[in-house]
């Protein structure tokens, strides 16, 4: 993909996508609170799950403040199935305790910050200022990762990697909606194995990098 192609691509995204649920995690952007918790409980976890628990969660507590207060047992329980619900309930007490304890009860809006808090790596850091704070960030996740270097329009290894690339490329303008117009479009149409390419209206101006099979 041509550093050009990239503004037909999110326009054609940005249509697409309207078809599709979007991502859970922007179901829960009332505070950057809900956005960290919501985000930490749907690491390794299907959006389903996801969705259920944090509902649950939410239903107890949705302030660091009300959310210490839980016992770390009822945490787990509210968000069971999750993923490493138990490391998750356990984290999420002590990120908590070191709001309050730190940070005056705000989660912060820095990156660097926020990946001093256990269990948050940079997709949740991003998630967290991107949709918690609308500031600028680029939340990727296995879905933007690897539907970028499948266009072609960047060339990496590893998420981290990709996220330092289309900081370098990426026009500022489509960094905060990028991740969720690929999550949709990666969860639906432009799959991991077999994406349905026929189907894409992306095509011309994708590469196709790595796609052996496709529908």
Not at 24 to 40: A, D, I
Not at 57 to 69: H, S, Y
Not at 101 to 116: A, C, F, T
Not at 148 to 156: C, D, F, L, M, P
Request: hydrophobic fraction near 35%.
């Amino acid at each position: 993909m041509r550093n050009r192609d990239i503004h037909a691509a999110i326009r054609i995204l940005k249509k697409e996508v309207q078809q599709w649920r979007m991502p859970v995690v922007g179901h829960y952007s009332e505070t950057p609170f809900t956005v960290l918790v919501s985000c930490l409980l749907s690491l390794r976890t299907q959006d389903k799950t996801t969705n259920e628990a944090s509902q649950r969660l939410f239903e107890l507590a949705r302030t660091p403040q009300a959310m210490v207060k839980l016992p770390t047992p009822a945490i787990e329980k509210a968000i069971y199935p999750v993923g490493f619900y138990k490391t998750k309930a356990k984290n999420i007490k002590t990120i908590c305790r070191r709001l309050l304890s730190q940070n005056s009860g705000q989660v912060p809006d820095d990156i660097e910050e926020l990946l001093k808090l256990p269990g948050v790596g940079r997709k949740t850091a991003n998630l967290v200022v991107t949709v918690g704070y609308h500031k600028p960030g680029i939340c990727v996740d296995t879905h933007v990762h690897r539907i970028t270097n499948r266009w072609g329009y960047v060339q990496t290894k590893t998420p981290e990697q990709t996220e330092m690339a289309l900081r370098a490329k990426l026009p500022p303008r489509y960094w905060l909606s990028i991740n969720d117009l690929l999550v949709a479009y990666g969860q639906n149409l432009c799959k991991p194995i077999s994406p349905f390419c026929s189907r894409c209206k992306i095509h011309p101006y994708c590469d196709r990098m790595g796609v052996e099979v496709s529908r």
